[in-house]
């Protein structure tokens, strides 16, 4: 079984400046990681996702993340935010295979930017 | 680009009530999904269904559930006697492969029961 927690549930950051969004995984097998976003009044949106290779993955709208395995972290990054990425961020974990699209999520980090 | 549709988007039902959530996933996509959010907690899988069955179940698929893709096209939960704690968010996905495409979510169907 898999879990995931994020450990800030909301993060106030002001417009420009860089943002990470915390997020922690245990599993007892190799995981897919992904990071997804929604906006108000809508369905989650793949930001981005780690199969395998380099741990330095970039997704949609200026985001990265890094998987580190020895920290078993999936931290998202954005070197500078706009009003317009103010969110819901969703962490999320996979065992693939037959499990792929079974995920498990964390519990959500609301972004807020601020002008 | 082409999405995943659900309705409604806001179905309220008394308890004990039956009720089907519809949703018509992207048209060349064979990997369907539904997913639920109760209010403040976390998204949680429910069930996955491919080539007609269901590949796999959540402990809270329960036999109050059912999914049914009747006619090619929409991808159907129906809850056979609903009740408060039914009540949430509930996701529909669907992928085009199960390797290593991503999961499309629709814009949910939030459900009430009172």
């Known amino acids: 079984a898999q879990s995931v927690t994020q450990l800030d549930s909301q993060v106030p950051v002001f417009e420009e400046a860089p943002v990470e969004l915390r997020c922690n995984y245990s599993?007892?097998?190799?995981?897919?990681l992904f990071w997804y976003v929604q906006y108000p009044n809508q369905g989650l949106q793949l930001l981005l996702k780690y199969l395998s290779g380099s741990t330095l993955v970039k997704g949609i709208n200026g985001f990265e993340a890094e998987f580190n395995k020895s920290q078993t972290s999936f931290h998202l990054r954005k070197p500078s935010v706009h009003i317009s990425d103010t969110a819901e961020y969703f962490c999320a974990v996979s065992a693939g295979g037959t499990s792929y699209g079974k995920l498990t999520f964390g519990q959500g980090t609301i972004l807020t930017v601020h002008p | 680009e082409p999405e995943v549709t659900q309705t409604p988007s806001h179905q309220v039902t008394q308890m004990g009530q039956e009720v089907i959530l519809r949703c018509v996933p992207i048209?060349?996509?064979?990997?369907f999904y539904w997913y639920r959010q109760i209010l403040g907690q976390k998204v949680e899988f429910l069930v996955s269904?491919?080539?007609?069955?269901?590949?796999?179940k959540s402990e809270i698929f329960d036999d109050q559930f059912s999914v049914e893709r009747p006619d090619g096209s929409n991808f159907t939960l129906k809850i056979r006697s609903t009740k408060l704690e039914d009540s949430a968010m509930y996701f529909c996905a669907s992928s085009n492969t199960r390797g290593n495409s991503p999961l499309h979510f629709g814009n949910g169907t939030r459900l009430t029961v009172t």
């Open positions: 599993s007892s097998v190799s995981v897919y």
């Open positions: 048209s060349n996509h064979l990997y």
């Open positions: 269904f491919y080539n007609n069955e269901i590949s796999e």
